[in-house]
């Protein structure tokens, strides 16, 4: 007997095909002679109707046990539906209960807050706003390896446990099996020799160092792998564990870069909209009104490209009050990223051309010795959702650049090799693959757009 997923059950005719259903209970209604159960199996934010009439054996006591939450496979046949609300449904011939729901499971029938289900991450799948946001999550995976993916892009598993700090920002988890409560020691410092790697090793904050090893090779790869930051940021835009995309592409300057990024985040909303109808509509209707008009918009509209310079410019012309005060040299809050997309530009903004100081050692300086070309996407609601830059290829420069940071240019001899031997101008960016979900779904805290969020004091699950 065919076992369909409901997702397919669905567009079938009701033409009396014996099934076997399996999945969840979400609700029961009981009227007389007959009851209904509402089915979920996950593979879509639809249900599938149960009905069980009461000339079924044992009708009373199994109806009895069947509750929300319970697993159950049924064994039934497809028929047209004569109520509203569905086009087919399963009438029972046989039901299985595989694992009852006792009294106390959390998920009955009210609408539980966001923040009651954070609580309860093991479960919180199975309600509609999860099991959507776990849908379209693995939905635009695939969009983003498919989009790199034909265009010949290799795609690159760079290390999670690493020696160096990307970022230069020294927000970096230490790993190590040395024993905290007797840590070895020299001339009074950690004696990280003995430590398992002999010297120090962090988690990565971004693959993008070894990524430019092979765009050197390769000429275009990306990586999409989780990322580490001990940040003591507690927003709704923060994780300590996250996953980012980075493209890195040799024979690229800083204009190339914006353009990969710019179309490629079309082509992932655009994938989204096309290939989560059902989910997208519950985004839509329940989480953020206006969403998939939104969306719409941004595909069909170019971002709007200005230097730093001028975006400080039109803010400090706003004459708007911030909390955090702006002058030319200090970086942009999430506030001011949030006035320029939603208030002044009305669209996704690409911010170039930075003050060399708030950004990154490994950016390409700009001939006013003053800004590097660095360039940051920021999206309505949000603010920055992209980072990226074209990279010093020089290396006596890009020498210079890391001493100037206070960073040891030893620690970066591969590196740095890689501007000896046919360096190249290259360039990247890094997504931050949950603010993308929170940016398509319209869920307002990034904790509800990853399985089992780490954030800090928070390690539940
Ligand atoms: O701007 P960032 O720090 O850039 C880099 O890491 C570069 N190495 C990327 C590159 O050029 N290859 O981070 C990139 C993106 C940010 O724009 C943001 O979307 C996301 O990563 N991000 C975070 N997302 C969630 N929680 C955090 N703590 C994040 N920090 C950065
Ligand atoms: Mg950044």
């Known amino acids: 007997m065919l076992k369909p997923d409901i997702r397919d059950i669905l567009t079938m005719p009701g033409d009396g095909t014996e099934i076997i259903v399996e999945g969840w209970i979400r609700t029961k209604r009981e009227s007389k002679g007959v009851t209904f159960l ?47 609300g569905q086009v087919v449904e399963l009438k029972a011939r046989k039901i299985d209960m595989r694992g009852a729901a006792p009294a106390d499971y959390a998920l009955q029938k009210k609408r539980h807050t966001l923040e009651f289900l954070r609580e309860i991450a093991h479960l919180r799948p199975r309600t509609n706003s999860f099991g959507a946001v776990a849908r379209v999550r693995s939905a635009l995976s695939f969009a983003i390896h498919r989009y790199f993916q034909e265009r010949g892009f290799i795609y690159v598993h760079t290390p999670i446990i690493t020696g160096s700090d990307c970022e230069g920002a020294g927000e970096m988890f230490q790993v190590t099996t040395l024993p905290l409560d ?186 006013d010795d003053k800004t590097v070309r660095a360039m940051d996407i920021l999206v309505p609601r949000l603010g920055e959702i992209v980072g990226g830059s074209e990279r010093e290829s020089d290396y006596e420069k890009l020498k210079q650049r890391i001493s100037g940071y206070g960073l040891n240019p030893d620690d970066y001899w591969w590196y740095l090799e890689l501007r000896r ?41």
């Open 421 to 461: 031997f046919g360096t190249v101008p290259h360039s990247g960016f890094g997504l931050g693959f949950e603010r993308t979900m929170q940016f398509v779904t319209g869920m307002q805290n990034i904790r509800d757009v990853i399985p089992f969020p780490r954030t800090v004091k928070s390690l539940e699950f």
């Open 182 to 367: 007797q840590v070895p020691l020299q001339n009074g410092r950690v004696d990280f020799s003995q430590d398992f790697f002999g010297k120090r090793a962090l988690l990565t904050v971004s693959g993008q160092l070894e990524g430019e090893a092979y765009a050197c090779a390769l000429k275009k790869i990306y990586t999409f792998g989780p990322t580490f930051r001990a940040e003591n940021s507690n927003t709704s835009r923060h994780l300590a564990e996250f996953w980012m995309i980075e493209p890195e592409m040799a024979f690229c300057d800083i204009h190339g870069n914006m353009d990969v990024a710019e179309e490629f985040l079309r082509y992932i909303f655009r994938y989204i909209l096309e290939n989560c109808p059902n989910d997208m509509d519950f985004f839509n209707e329940k989480i953020s009104p206006g969403l998939i008009e939104n969306l719409n918009a941004i595909i069909q509209s170019s971002f709007q490209r200005i230097s730093y310079t001028e975006a400080v410019e039109q803010l400090l012309k706003s004459k708007a009050s911030f909390e955090f005060p702006l002058s030319w040299g200090v970086d942009l809050q999430s506030e001011h990223e949030k006035f320029l997309t939603e208030k002044i530009y009305a669209r996704p903004v690409i911010i170039t051309d930075y003050p060399k100081e708030i950004k990154a050692f490994y950016m390409k300086m700009n001939e």
């Open 38 to 84: 509402e089915v979920n199996d996950g593979s879509s934010i639809r249900n599938l109707q149960i009905v069980i009439e009461e000339n079924l054996s044992d009708y009373g006591s199994m109806v009895r046990d069947l509750n929300t939450g319970a697993s159950i496979t049924v064994e039934g046949i497809l028929t047209d539906s004569p109520g509203t």
